[in-house]
């Protein structure tokens, strides 16, 4: 495995593994009120369009981060629209 491919799949946890503060404290508490629908919206659209890039490119490190991330995401909206 090249040096580049590492530094993207440590790029891929850390950004990926970002969020998941998130969803536990949300899920936790079940609390959104200071949470954005919009932003959470805006952020899965552009993930979902990175994980298409990288299916596009065939890097493994932007479709594991944007598949995961997109996950993670999707359950922060779905607990903002639950909970709201």
Known sequence: MENIEIMGLVAAVLTTYSIVPQVHKTWRNKSTKDISLTMYLAMFLGVVLWLIYGIY???????????????????MIVLKLKYK
């Open 57 to 75: 490119h065939d890097s493994v490190p932007m479709i594991l981060a944007n598949f995961i991330t997109a996950v993670l995401l999707f359950i």
